[in-house]
């Protein structure tokens, strides 16, 4: 009679969870970001390479900044394989994962990023992109920091007053 009271038990539990995440009521995950996420819509490309043969990577794939941090990007992008190569490259012979360069077209120079993607699924709405890749960014400079920084603050309306405009008078 025990096992049958535990099997209940769960059943009852599992549907009292999904009823109430169906009534958006479920108590929210904790969330295990290192960063905080900031929203952008920002075109990007991007493309994939080996570590250990840089020079053999792949055409730029256009794709599109949908958030970022200042550990990662997430994208949204029409492929996540070209050329041989895939962002997380399961099936290749080495152990090598695929890195990938990424630059944000954003202002008069790019804002080029170098990553591994964490994760990637299928979009939704598959249209003009087909999938959405989190990204951890690696490698990041003083510099490329800061250029984070900016954007960051820029897409939020904040100015930085170390590099203001001068005013005219």
């Not at 990938?100 to 249209?127: C, M, R």
């Amino acid at each position: 009679m025990v096992r049958g009271t535990r099997v209940s038990t769960a059943a009852s539990a599992i549907e009292n969870l999904l009823s109430r995440s169906r009534s958006g009521n479920a108590s929210p995950q904790k969330d295990r970001r290192r960063a905080k996420r900031h929203p952008m819509d920002v075109p990007a490309r991007f493309r994939i390479y080996l570590p250990s043969c840089p020079e053999n990577s792949s055409r730029e794939i256009p794709a599109q900044v949908t958030d970022l941090s200042r550990v990662g990007i997430g994208l949204l992008a029409d492929s996540v394989e070209e050329g041989g190569l895939h962002i997380m490259h399961p099936w290749a012979a080495t152990s090598e994962q695929c890195l990938l360069e990424i630059q944000v077209l954003h202002g008069e120079t790019p804002l080029t990023l170098n990553g591994k993607a964490a994760w990637y699924s299928q979009h939704e709405d598959k249209e003009p992109f087909g999938f959405r890749i989190g990204i951890e960014l690696l490698d990041l400079t003083v510099e490329s920091k800061e250029s984070i920084r900016e954007l960051i603050d820029l897409k939020a309306g904040k100015k930085h007053s170390s590099r203001q405009e001068p005013e005219e008078g």
